[in-house]
């Protein structure tokens, strides 16, 4: 059975607590907006698809906590709520997509009253769960005939399960090549500040018992050096109408790195992931958080105080770079601009 990142249960948001994985499995209850809020903000939840689905449940919760007496008023409610949820991680497209399908489905069925608002949004965060599982499988399918015969694969960040629905992106193809008999070994880049590859990647990889091999992001290169990678496969939180993509810090040297060593560089998102509004790299908003989580970890000071540090939550690839896109609806190669326009018509 697949893990729930995140469920409606008892008229609360639940989600588990990603911060302290691997060594400690919490449940966390929302039973307010600001609590989801929270959790998305301080990555209590987060990867991209994960944080749209939370948010849906979050816009759903909203709604049946509003004391509004007529549609309207719950409407001006839920733009508020949405307002709230987008404003806590400006760089995962996901979550303002999530938010923004929740509106559109209260305004449909507003005809009918409040409490027809509130069973629909309960419905369609239930639906957009649903969807973004099957979508992490279709990736899976669509991706492993991607991973050369050895089956090397680094990747970055976590892009897995808990980085989604269920099954993940960038871990799909693998999990879906594994499950094929396939031999694969993955490379887990350990991924600094937030330690996603060491924590939850390794995690992850260690349960479905593929095998792994966890590395400090300054060991990538070298094991590009040794040949001991045959591709590489990240996930997003943003791919703009160019191809561009915005990704955890540290996925634009993989792929400078890649492009030196020969080796294919692979992005799989689905397609809520992609931003055709958004022309290029340049204008993804990029999330800088607290420099705390740079100088810290897990709570302990590592750097001396009073040090001035830097931490921009992701960077972006330029789409020159990028060998190919895996979405739920296939492939897509460049010329990215024309081939992202098209996938928009596919079903
Ligand atoms: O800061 P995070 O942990 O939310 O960043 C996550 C990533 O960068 C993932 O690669 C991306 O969201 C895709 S998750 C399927």
């Known amino acids: 059975m697949e893990l729930r990142t995140v469920w409606w249960e008892e008229e609360s948001v639940r989600l588990i607590d990603q911060r302290k994985l691997p060594h400690t499995f ?33 816009m759903a919760l909203a709604a049946r906590q509003s004391s509004a007496a007529n549609p309207e008023t719950l409407l001006a409610d839920l733009q508020q709520a949405k307002a709230t949820l987008d404003a806590q991680r400006p760089t995962a497209v996901n979550l303002a997509w999530a938010t923004a399908r929740m509106v559109r489905r209260a305004e449909a069925v507003a005809v009918e009253g409040v409490n027809a608002i509130k069973t629909a949004l309960l419905a369609e965060a239930e639906a957009i769960y649903a969807e973004d599982l099957a979508m992490c499988h279709a990736i899976g399918d669509h991706g492993a005939p991607l991973i050369p015969p050895r089956g090397h694969v680094l990747t970055h960040c976590n892009a897995g399960g808990l980085a989604t629905a269920g099954y993940g992106t960038a871990l799909a193809p693998i999990r879906t090549a594994f499950a094929q008999g396939r031999p694969i070994h993955v490379f887990v880049d350990e991924t600094r500040p937030f330690l996603q590859g060491a924590r939850l990647t390794a995690w992850e990889l260690l349960q479905a018992g593929i095998p792994q091999t966890l590395i400090t992001d300054n060991m990538a290169a070298f094991m590009m050096q040794r040949g001991l990678v045959d591709c590489i496969i990240v996930g997003a939180d943003r791919i703009a109408a160019n191809g561009d993509v915005a990704n955890k810090i540290g996925t634009y040297g993989l792929a400078v790195l890649a492009r030196y060593h020969n080796i294919p560089f692979y992005v799989a998102a689905p397609y809520s992931t992609i931003d055709l509004a958004t022309a290029s790299g340049a204008e993804i908003p990029i999330e800088e958080r607290d420099p705390a989580e740079v100088t810290h970890i897990a709570g302990i000071a590592i750097a001396p105080h009073g040090v001035n540090a830097a931490h921009p939550a992701f960077d972006v690839t330029p789409h020159e770079l990028v060998t190919a896109i895996i979405t739920e609806r296939g492939v897509v190669r460049p010329p990215f601009l024309d081939a992202l326009r098209q996938l928009a018509s596919k079903p």
């Open 26 to 58: 919490e449940v966390v209850h929302c039973t307010e907006l600001a609590h989801v809020a929270h959790a998305i903000r301080s990555m209590q939840v987060r990867g991209a698809p994960a944080i749209g689905c939370t948010a849906a449940y979050g």
